[in-house]
C-alpha cells in the first residue's frame, strides 16, 4: 500500500531503467508544491467552516471525514516531493515507506468509502426527498464512520510495523524494507484496496443511474406542466424559464460527486493493474514499458491527489449550511454565488427544497 519508489541506481552502475527522469524529480514535485499549498488553504477554510456547523444530516457527517482524510493526505505532499525530488536524506525516505505513503493510501480509501456513503445518501434524498433523519440515524452514521476509519488504520498499521527493515544502501526501494510478512500483508492489502474501489464504483454507478432516471422523470413532469399552462403574459413566462433554469443547474450540482469520483479515482485504479503485472512479471516487460507504467501510475496517482483539492467544491455546491457559513465569516450577501449554485438566494425560504439537497439534509 506504499508508494513503490525506485531510488537512482549507484554511480556508475547507472541502469537505463531508472525513473529519475524530468516528470519524476522536476515536473511532479512541483505539481505537488502548489497543490499542498492551494490544498491547504482550502482545507483549512473547509476545516474552519465546518467546525461552526453541527452535525445534523448524514450528508454533513461524511463530509466532515472527507475533510480530515484531505487534510492527513495535503500534509503527506512534501515528504513525496523531498523524495521523488532525491532532495531527501535517508531517514526520511524511510519514514516515507513506513508511514507517509501509507497515510496517503489510508486517506484515499476512507475518501473512497466515504464517497460510496455519499452517493447512497444522495440517491436517498433524490427518491425520498421529504425522509428525515434523528439523533438515532445520526448516531449510527458517526459509529459507522468511526468504524471505517478503524477498520482501515487496523488494515494499515502492520505495513508501518512490518516495514522494518534497515536499508543496505542509500538507494532503495520500500519494498525492500519490508520483512517477510510484510510483503504478504501488503499483498493483503491490495486486494482489500482492490475490492474496496470496484465494490465503491459499483455503488457509485447504481446510485446516479438511479438519480438520473428520478431527475429526468422530474424534467419531463416539470416540461409537461410548464408547456401545459398559461403562456400569454411574457413576465410570467420568464420568469417560468428561469425557475426552470435554476433548477436544472441545482440538479446538475448533484453530478459533482460523481465527476470527482471518476476523475480522481478511476484512472489510477485501472492503471494500477497493468503496473503491478510489470512490477511482478517482469519478464513478460521491458525497460521502456516498465517504464511507461510506472510513469502512467504516477499520472493518474497525482489525479488521485487531486481529490484533496476538488472535495471543497462539492462542499461549497451541495452545503447550503457551508456557503452560508462561509459567507457570512467573510461578511458577504447570502445570495454571493447565486448565478453558480443556482439558487436565487440562500435565505429564501418560501419554496420547497430541491432534490439536490443543497441544504446539507
Known amino acids: 500500500m506504499e508508494r513503490n519508489t525506485t531510488w537512482p541506481p549507484l554511480p556508475g552502475n547507472r541502469s537505463s531503467c531508472s525513473r529519475d527522469n524530468v516528470l519524476k524529480t522536476v515536473v511532479f514535485p512541483v505539481l505537488y508544491s502548489f497543490l499542498f499549498l492551494l490544498g491547504m488553504t482550502l482545507n483549512g477554510v473547509a476545516v474552519w467552516v465546518f467546525f461552526r456547523i453541527p452535525s445534523r444530516s448524514h450528508f454533513i457527517i461524511y463530509l466532515k471525514n472527507i475533510v480530515v ?10 515528504f513525496k516531493v523531498l523524495s521523488d525530488s532525491n532532495m531527501a536524506s535517508t531517514g526520511l525516505r524511510i519514514f516515507v515507506c513506513r508511514v507517509s505513503s501509507v497515510l496517503f493510501y489510508l486517506t484515499m480509501y476512507i475518501s473512497i ?3 460510496g456513503l455519499i452517493s447512497i445518501d444522495r ?5 425520498k426527498p421529504f425522509r428525515g433523519t434523528n439523533s438515532t440515524r445520526l448516531a449510527r452514521r458517526k459509529l ?11 488494515l494499515c498499521l502492520p505495513n508501518v510495523i512490518l516495514t522494518s527493515k534497515i536499508p543496505t544502501s542509500h538507494y532503495f526501494k520500500c519494498s525492500e524494507l519490508k520483512t517477510a510478512a510484510g510483503l504478504f500483508w501488503h499483498e493483503v492489502v491490495n486486494y482489500v484496496c482492490q475490492v474496496i474501489f470496484w465494490g465503491n464504483l459499483v455503488t457509485v454507478v447504481i446510485c446516479y443511474t438511479l438519480i438520473t432516471k428520478e ?10 406542466h410548464s408547456t401545459g399552462g398559461p403562456i400569454s403574459r411574457a413576465p410570467s413566462g420568464r420568469s417560468t424559464r428561469n425557475a426552470n433554469q435554476s433548477k436544472r443547474q441545482m440538479n446538475a450540482n448533484v453530478f459533482l460527486v460523481l465527476a470527482v469520483f471518476f476523475v480522481c479515482f478511476v484512472p489510477f485504479h485501472f492503471a494500477r493493474v497493468p503496473y503491478t503485472l510489470s512490477q511482478t512479471r517482469g519478464v513478460l516487460f521491458d525497460c521502456e514499458l516498465k517504464l511507461f507504467f510506472f510513469q502512467l501510475k504516477e499520472s493518474t496517482l497525482f489525479l488521485s491527489s487531486l481529490n484533496s483539492l476538488l472535495d471543497p467544491l462539492i462542499y461549497f455546491f451541495l452545503c447550503k449550511s457551508f456557503r452560508m457559513t462561509l459567507f457570512k465569516t467573510l461578511k458577504l450577501s447570502p445570495g454571493t454565488c447565486s448565478w453558480l449554485t443556482g439558487r436565487g438566494s440562500d435565505t429564501d425560504t418560501g419554496s420547497t427544497p430541491p432534490r439536490d439537497s443543497s441544504d446539507c439534509t
Open 123 to 127: 440517491c436517498r434524498k433524490t427518491l
Open 69 to 78: 482524510a484531505d487534510v492527513i493526505m495535503t500534509f503527506t505532499f512534501p
Open 144 to 154: 459507522l464512520s468511526g468504524g471505517m476509519w478503524t477498520f482501515l488504520l487496523i
Open 215 to 224: 431527475l429526468y422523470k422530474s424534467y419531463t413532469r416539470t416540461m409537461a
Open 113 to 115: 468509502l466515504f464517497f
